[in-house]
């Protein structure tokens, strides 16, 4: 199924207030300079170079009879016990935070008075709502995707037109199953009775896919017939006036309201039929039409002359002429010539009298009207001259004439479609050639494809034996690593047993060698003993009976140790000698 892109353009009035989180643009790339100057970019080309006095003039005359309305716009978000955004940044706030800061700190006033604020804040009205005086524009893009194509379209979802007996409330039921993705939601009622619009932003694209996939078409319940009509949103975006914005969007086209059911007319949603006198309608609504004239300017093929229809330029009611094309009512030629001037600027050919309902032919300069609409059932008949005579001459005449016409037309009509055919046939060609190069050229690319595919698949192969042989290397690598990591996991252990072992040996050995030292330094104590002992024993034998008698009857007396001085190697080796000699006496 296919779908086209629409613009929403709100033009403001200069003094309007500008809407909040309004704007959008489905290209998240672009940026609010490149989305101003692709809005923008025609409207400053056609007011450049002029002044003040000619800006307003195109401005008007693009306006149109058109007349700015205020407008609501509503804001409902998913989340509604979020904080607004205007709220936040409302000064008020401000200044009930700062008083906050102060009052903490603040010490315990003596009386409750002395607790009140200085300046109390507050909100009147629903911070929701914003009221906005301009026009609402709807442009449809000139491209077209498909639902099932994997391309960017929009994350918004725009409902043409929802009835007013469906209150928001509402309508919060109808999309609730979509509530999780919803970001928000704005409800845009201008001054089109009993119907408003509504703008849904969605979190993602697929989103909005499954959205519009299941309620695009939908009722809105079972009571009216009313049904839901989605269009995607491409871009959101608010210009003032004074800007150019109602001046015509490059490769955009704005969509006009019906003016039987007052909604926007889209060929990819409904059926679209335009009549003879250039009005386009919806094909249901026209259905729904009663009568057989136009509902705008109530044309038909046998408009009844009645009080209101009056030349368009000057104002006179009488020899008024209806243009076939487009449904301007001028004056006739012996008037003011406004029928003869509107084709002069518009070159629309026919135009028919309202009086005796004959057609004029502007080109040829004659009537060219042979069948009219009875009055009474609307058939097609005969047209008859006024009054009961009327000439053979006159007759074949009109015949002859109505033959020249008819003649021209088929030829006309054979030189424009013998052109258009060959152009058909240049067109084709064109094509078929076309074609054939693309076909030689896929051969060609299937070709090489099928050689790459060929050495593709050798490759394949050789690798495939590659990665065989490296996981047989693998395998028998794992193999060995598992026994290298058990041997030296036996190690650690053996490691350790060894340190341990090792550890007690060296205990032993300081042990052994600690009582070593101590056998080592008793025996050298004895043997120094035993060598005084000996020495002594020969000093004695060597002297004197006298000495060693005197020896033999002395006595060792041992006085209390004094502070021994620092004796010197003399005093050291006398003292020696005398302990060796009380021993030796001993030992005597």
């Known amino acids: 199924m296919s779908v086209s892109l629409v613009v929403i353009r709100l033009e403001l009035a200069d003094q309007s207030l500008m809407p909040q989180g309004f ?29 003040e006095l000619e800006k307003a003039a195109v401005l008007h005359q693009h306006i149109g009879s058109r007349a700015m309305s205020d407008m609501v716009i509503e804001t409902l978000t998913s989340s509604p016990d979020a904080p607004d955004e ?69 994350a918004m979802l725009c409902v ?27 409800i845009i009622r201008d001054s089109t009775p009993n119907q408003y619009m509504v703008l849904i932003k969605f979190s993602t694209q697929a989103d909005a896919d499954s959205f519009y996939t299941a309620c695009n078409g939908r009722q809105f319940n079972s009571i009216e017939d009313a049904v839901c009509q989605l269009v995607y949103v491409e871009r959101a975006e608010v210009i003032k006036s004074e800007e150019g914005a109602s001046l015509p969007v490059m490769d955009l086209t704005e969509l006009p309201k019906c003016t039987v059911c007052l909604e926007r007319m889209d060929e990819s949603v409904n059926g679209v039929l335009t009549t003879l006198c250039n009005h386009s309608f919806h094909s249901q609504c026209l259905l729904r039409w009663e009568d057989a004239s136009c509902p705008v300017c109530r044309y038909c093929q046998t408009p009844e002359p009645v009080e209101e229809n009056k030349c368009f330029e000057c104002g006179v009611q009488e020899n008024l002429w209806i243009c076939l094309i487009c449904g301007h009512i001028g004056c006739g030629r012996y008037v003011s010539r406004h029928a003869y001037k509107h084709f002069e600027e518009t070159q629309h050919t026919y135009a028919m009298q309202l009086t005796n309902h004959r057609v004029w032919d502007y080109a040829g300069d004659n009537y060219v009207h042979r069948l009219v609409a009875s009055k009474t059932d609307g058939k097609m008949v005969q047209y008859e001259c006024e009054g009961d005579s009327c000439q053979d001459e006159k007759i074949d ?4 004439e109505y033959s020249y016409l008819l003649t021209s037309q088929l030829e006309s009509q054979r030189i424009y479609w013998e052109n258009k055919i060959v152009h058909l046939e240049k067109e084709t060609a064109e094509e078929i050639n076309n074609m054939k190069a693309k076909f030689k050229e896929t051969i060609e690319k299937c070709d090489n494809l099928e050689l790459r595919l060929n050495e593709l698949t050798k490759e394949k192969q050789s690798m495939e034996k590659k990665c065989t042989q490296l996981n047989s290397k693998v395998a028998k690598l794992g193999q060995e690593l598992r026994e290298e990591q058990e041997m030296n996991r036996c190690l650690r252990a053996n490691q350790l047993q060894l340190q341990t072992q090792l550890q007690e040996e060296e205990r032993r050995g300081r042990e052994a060698a600690s009582q070593k030292d101590v056998q080592i330094a008793e025996l050298q104590e004895q ?49 020696k000698l005398g302990g060796r000699k009380g021993r030796a006496k001993r030992g005597k």
């Not at 609010?32 to 450049?48: D, H, P, Q, W, Y």
């Not at 043997?527 to 020896?551: G, H, S, V």
């Open 160 to 186: 043409l037109t929802v009835p007013t007996t469906m209150t928001s409330h509402d309508l919060m039921k109808f999309v609730a199953p979509f509530n999780d993705v919803m970001e928000h939601m704005k």
């Open 23 to 51: 704007q959008y643009c489905a290209d998240e790339e672009m940026s609010e300079e490149e989305m101003r100057e692709k809005a923008l970019g025609s409207a400053n080309i056609a007011l450049a170079g002029k002044t």
């Open 397 to 400: 005449a009109l015949q002859l």
């Open 527 to 575: 043997l120094r003993d035993i060598m005084f002992y000996l020495e002594t024993q020969q000093q004695i034998n060597q002297m004197p009976a006298d000495a060693r008698q005197e020896i033999q009857e002395g006595q060792i007396n041992i006085a209390s140790a004094p502070a021994p001085p620092q004796p010197g190697p003399s005093a050291a080796g006398s003292s």
């Open 86 to 154: 205007k709220e936040a940044d409302h000064p008020t706030n401000v200044e009930s935070s700062s008083l906050k800061e102060q009052t903490v700190g603040a010490p315990v006033p003596d009386s409750p008075s002395k607790q009140l604020p200085d300046q109390i804040s507050f909100y009147s009205g629903n911070p929701s709502v914003e009221i906005v005086h301009g026009i609402m524009h709807l442009y449809k893009t000139n491209k077209m995707t498909s639902l099932t194509e994997d391309v960017r379209r929009s």
